[in-house]
């Protein structure tokens, strides 16, 4: 491979781990800024979140690496999947923030935080336990279609991993600047007291606030299945640290911060693998997240006091 | 010494728009509000006076329900609301100016604006309350696209008023809406709360400004260390030697 054909394709894969790790970025940016809440039940709603997609697959038939539908009919089942697999993450989201955390709201310290630790443990454990420690084959049903740029590959499922990512995320900008919800979203990110004297329901923005973020990592879950061919019950674990890196380094709680964290983590992942070494991965990057929580704690977008005024 | 008022003059009032009856508020342990009454009749000015620390912006709070009280009875037109969540009482009328205006920093003027009509959905009406809030408030137009966390403190707080407004609210809850403003600036924004009285809209509002509050107030309620030590009339209150003492001393130096 020339030079410029290692770079390009490692530039395609840290758009692409990118893309994921912006959607799961999210989930963590957009609790913490309305709440203040670092939530790491978010790394196992992921988790599961792969996993309810794979499923949702094998029920529909598609097994093994073969593809048994071409065109339209496989794209609306894709979507379906997706769909699905995003109200469900998102309902699960919802419920934990319901029976799991509502109840310790406004608790100062560190209670909270702990509790979602907790969740984690539980989602970690009940897939470990009912579906076996071992690698899960990820059926994959993309066509084989492939664009080669000297010896750099662009697979379809890139584009369209990217294409998913890109159009949830303009959906997700345009809810939080567009519609009543999200404006009540950003008052309450903003001055939650305020936002209760201007009549918005804050238990609903948060707990609505909870099921976008985990439908956008059911989302990453499938992407994630898809771009690896595999799930696990571990997985996690490393995205959900990597992506919670993303979202310190483009300011937490700032949502384009986020997004803009997400793909630099991931060209970060990929280029730094290629030109170091793939073991010294993680130490660039959790080196990073302490960079910035050093030297820059409010990221490369955040304000000068990230949640409030 | 607390004065209790001579009938007539309670039956003078007008019908009660808002009423509490032995309020007991708490943060914790700490007893804030103790078997408080008061009454905001319907279409007054009432003003409450009080030290530092009294109780006063808990008052605000109890009424919006962002805190709760322990016993007692709030009732807004006619209905016991305490039970009800702060958006329940701002769909029925209930409009707070908040201590130190609490604007959204990061949103506009419009939009901030635009959140006070949250809970409204008639579209055109809240076009027609925007012009109304634009002319009490000429100097809002022209810092429609400002971010609030900008805007001066007399900016804000004639944002946090015509946010207040966007309500379209039947009783305006006005926390120390003269603080930290000039005196002509003062004298403007009282001016300005009494055009929207004549508007329709009653108001409760706390003052440390006591002469100015109780120059255009119907009504007074003077609150210490969480009880309501005396009230009357704004006229019998100004004319109370213990008001004189506490919080007219400018006027009794004139
Ligand atoms: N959220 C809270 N938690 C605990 N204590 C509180 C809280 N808010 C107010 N207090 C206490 O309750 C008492 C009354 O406070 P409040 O804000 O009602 O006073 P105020 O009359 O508005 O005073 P000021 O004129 O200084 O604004 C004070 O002692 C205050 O410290
Ligand atoms: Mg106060």
Redesign the interface.
Known sequence: MESWEILLQQVINGLSLGAMYALLALGFTMVYGIIELINFAHFNIFMVGSFIAMWLMQLMGFTGQTHILYGLPLVGLLVLVLCATMLSTGALGALIERYGLRALRGVSGTAPMITTIGLSYILFNVILLTTGADTKNYSNPMPNIRWEFGDAVLRLREVMLWGVSVVLMIALHYFVRRT?MG??M??TA??Q?????????VDRVVIITFFIGSALAGAAGLIFGLYYNYTSFIIGYTAGLRAFTAAVLGGIGNIPGAMLGGVLIGLIESLGGQYLAVRWTDVIIFSILVLVLVFRPTGLLG?AAPT?? | MPISDAPQTQSQRRPPLLEFNDVNTYYGELHVLKSVNYRVGDGEIVCLLGGNASGKSTTMKTI?G?VRPKSGKVTYAGQPIDRL???ER??RGI??V?EAR??????TVL?NL???A??RSDTTEIESDKERVFGLFPRIKERLTQLA?TLSGGEQQMVAMG?ALM?RPKLLCMDEPSMGLSPAFVEQVFDIIQAINKQGTSIFMVEQNANMALSIADYGYVLQTGEVVLHGSAQSLRDNEMVQQAYLGEMKAQ
């Open positions: 009543k404006k009540a950003q008052a903003q001055d007291e305020a936002a209760r004297m201007v009549g918005v329901d304000r409030k005024s | 919006l962002i969540p702060t958006a701002v769909k409009a707070p908040p609490r604007l959204f920093p990061r949103m939009e635009e959140m006070g949250f809970t966390g946010r309500a």
